[in-house]
């Protein structure tokens, strides 16, 4: 599956967070945009009256794509959080 491949060449990276000892997720936006493209295009997959033989398959796919997209949302929630809890503590 092409979506699968897509996976493959994603980088994780993570990069220092200003002049802290914390590493966050660098290219956001970039893993993002695929996840929620992936998500639509199996949804409409999922539409098609020729997925039958491929159910199973999608499925399984749809439900490791929710997975990620929680724990990426919990993920990019923390780093907000960060962000503005810096700025208070900065004043201080």
């Given at each position: 599956?092409?979506?699968?491949?897509?996976?493959?060449?994603?980088?994780?990276?993570?990069?220092?967070?200003?002049?802290?000892?914390?590493?966050?997720?660098?290219?956001?936006?970039?893993?993002?945009?695929?996840?929620?493209?992936?998500?639509?295009?199996?949804?409409?997959?999922k539409?098609?009256?020729?997925?039958?033989?491929?159910?199973?398959?999608i499925?399984?796919?749809?439900?490791?794509?929710v997975?990620?997209?929680?724990y990426?949302w919990?993920?990019?929630?923390?780093?907000?959080?960060?962000?503005?809890?810096?700025?208070?503590?900065?004043?201080?």
């Open positions: 599956m092409k979506m699968k491949n897509d996976w493959e060449s994603v980088d994780f990276g993570l990069v220092q967070y200003r002049d802290t000892e914390l590493k966050i997720l660098s290219a956001v936006d970039d893993i993002q945009m695929l996840l929620d493209d992936h998500v639509v295009k199996t949804h409409t997959m539409g098609s009256p020729f997925i039958e033989p491929f159910v199973d398959e499925d399984a796919w749809e439900n490791k794509l997975g990620e997209d929680k990426f919990i993920i990019f929630r923390l780093c907000a959080a960060l962000k503005n809890t810096e700025k208070i503590l900065c004043i201080w």
